[in-house]
């Protein structure tokens, strides 16, 4: 039997890494890419949580969640293409003028 | 106890996988190492009785967003970053912006810790137990889906047309019709 502080854990283990990840590269898709670490690190948490109160809002919540990432890479991506398009760069520091 | 096993493969991998996905320059083997990641994620799922879940998150995550990631990377062709230029500008490299920093993460690891230290009511078991077939079961999770999450559900599909639309805009190129 597996306590929920394990899953915890794991769930906030996985939330530092994309947290590093966001902070640490300078690749536009590498950054997106930990943004979806982080939204996974949460779903686990959500999942543990809901079998702990023996629900299945917890599993619910996490296809919300799913939903909404779906929606945000292809946002997100679309931007990274916009973005590339006019700066041959997917360093963020490259955008830096709010008008070129 | 091959649960136990399992629990800690699975989330040993997980991590794992997660560290070597910031760890690459080249955002390929990022994208496939996070299909590996998710992977362990959805058998982590699967001990906590969440089987539908496990394979929504092998189906759309692994399957269609990691796709539509792996699409962007070969569409742009980007270049790989290049790690002297990261030392030289990268705003964490500066020396009092470091040491803020190394003071935050120390503090948020104490907190964590201390919190984890007080949650003895968390430690009932929730991994591998054979008891929860009722709870897990899909029927059930569509009943609640369906009615008292109906407009949580509906509004999600305005949602996705809203980012279908707005991801086609975006991605326009200037002048087209």
């Known amino acids: ?100 | 106890m091959p649960e136990t096993l399992l629990f800690y493969v699975l989330s040993g991998l997980a991590v794992g996988a997660s560290a070597l996905v910031i760890g690459q320059r080249n955002p390929m083997y990022s994208v496939l190492l996070l299909i590996v990641s998710f992977a362990a994620l959805a058998g982590l799922y699967i001990t906590l009785d969440a089987p539908f879940v496990a394979m929504a998150q092998m189906i759309i995550y692994a399957g269609a967003i990691m796709v539509l990631f792996l699409f962007v990377v070969m569409l742009l062709n980007a270049p790989q970053e290049d790690a002297a230029e990261w030392d030289r500008t990268h705003p964490l490299r500066r020396p009092g912006v470091a040491r803020i920093g190394i003071v935050l993460a120390v503090l948020l690891v104490a907190e964590l810790g201390w919190a984890l230290a007080k949650v003895a009511s968390l430690e009932g078991a929730v991994g591998g137990n054979a008891d929860g077939a009722a709870i897990a079961s899909v029927r059930e999770m569509g009943r609640v889906l369906f009615t008292q999450y109906s407009f949580a559900f509906e509004a999600t599909s305005v949602l996705i047309l809203v980012a279908m639309i707005g991801a086609v805009v975006l991605a326009r190129r200037e002048g087209d019709a």
């Not at chain 1, 890419?33 to 996974?40: A, K, P, R």
């Open chain 1, 1 to 100: 039997m597996i306590p929920l502080s394990h899953y915890l854990v794991v769930s906030a283990l996985l939330f530092a890494v994309g947290t590093a990840g966001v902070f640490l590269r300078k690749n536009l898709i590498t950054i997106l890419l930990s943004v979806e670490i982080m939204l996974n690190a949460v779903n686990l948490s959500f999942v543990a949580f809901g079998r702990f109160n023996g629900t299945v809002d917890g599993q619910i919540i996490t296809f919300f969640v799913m939903t909404v990432a779906a929606a945000e890479a292809a946002v997100g991506l679309a931007l990274v293409i916009a973005l590339f398009r006019t700066r041959e760069s997917l360093n963020p520091d490259a955008f830096t003028s709010l008008k070129w």
